[in-house]
């Protein structure tokens, strides 16, 4: 974590921070510019906020710029793009961004989009010492994917993503390098 004092399952302010940004990148990713993560953060950084609070606003606002350059030439497919945002290491905005489809999506699809939302959230949960709920997660994610290897196939191993969901203690693993 950047910063000790920044955690959004106990922390009110961390997690509107957390929750405003991550929903507006969906706007950036349309307008193809940071212009509303930008309104958000300045608006959160105008109050009197804490430094890690602060510094969680400036890296994201760095790494959601990283993505609106990495996607502007890319394909506009939602795993694609939410395998860029998991290579950045926004795991929460992996959720944010195929939620979208998960929403509008039936069957397999729709499974298959579950659990890279709940592969991702596998990260979220160990990075805030949450490993119980992480390793249950966990275990809804890899038999989808696993049934799905052809689907992640397209972009990436597939099982460096199913080796790092099975380990407790292993990284997040880089999945478009």
Not at 101 to 125: D, P, T
Request: one cysteine or more.
């Amino acid at each position: 974590m950047i910063n000790q004092g920044f955690d959004p399952f106990r922390d009110r302010l961390s997690r509107d921070i957390r929750n405003n940004l991550s929903v507006s990148l969906l706007t950036c990713l349309q307008q193809h510019q940071l212009t509303a993560a930008q309104t958000v953060a300045d608006r959160f950084l105008a109050g009197n906020i804490a430094p890690c609070h602060a510094a969680y606003i400036h890296d994201r606002l760095n790494r959601y710029a990283k993505f609106l350059d990495l996607v502007a030439g890319g394909p506009a497919e939602v795993v694609w793009q939410g395998l860029v945002l998991w290579d950045l290491g926004l795991f929460f905005e992996v959720h944010e961004i195929l939620e979208q489809a998960w929403l509008r999506s039936a069957g397999a699809e729709k499974s298959f989009l579950q659990a890279l939302i709940r592969a991702a959230g596998v990260y979220i949960k160990r990075e805030y010492g949450f490993d119980y709920a992480a390793a249950k997660m966990a275990a809804k994610a890899v038999p989808v994917l696993a049934t799905n290897r052809h689907r992640l196939a397209v972009y990436t191993d597939p099982e460096r993503l199913l080796a790092a969901l099975a380990s407790a203690t292993e990284k997040p693993p880089l999945l478009l390098k």
